[in-house]
């Protein structure tokens, strides 16, 4: 990506990224550490010089993955989960129209 100066970094956070939930303290101190790792790298590339390097956090509603499975929670949220199909669709639209 440096060499061609062109490129885009997309990390998918979820909002264990903005708040913490109780028994989810590993992902929700994964998550924040990855919100502050996109916005050293965003001003890396800045400083770097890298105009045509781009980075977007996602922060989505949330997804059912394999590790939100395993977690034990009393969180039933009233919307139900993006697919992950759905959520790479629109992730993927919204990139390329901006």
Avoid: Q, W
Avoid at 18 to 36: D, E, H, M, P, R
Avoid at 71 to 90: E, M, N, Q, R
């Amino acid at each position: 990506m440096m060499k061609r100066n062109h490129g885009h970094i997309i990390t998918v956070l979820g909002a264990t990224a903005v708040f913490g939930l109780g028994n989810f303290s590993a992902i929700c101190t994964a998550k924040f550490g990855l919100v502050g790792l996109m916005e050293s790298v965003d001003h890396e590339l800045t400083l770097g010089g890298y105009e045509g390097i781009y980075t977007t956090s996602v922060v989505s509603h949330y997804l059912p993955t394999h590790l939100l499975s395993l977690s034990k929670t009393c969180f039933h949220p009233v919307i139900p989960p993006l697919t992950l199909d759905y959520a790479a669709k629109k992730i993927m639209h919204a990139i390329l129209v901006s």
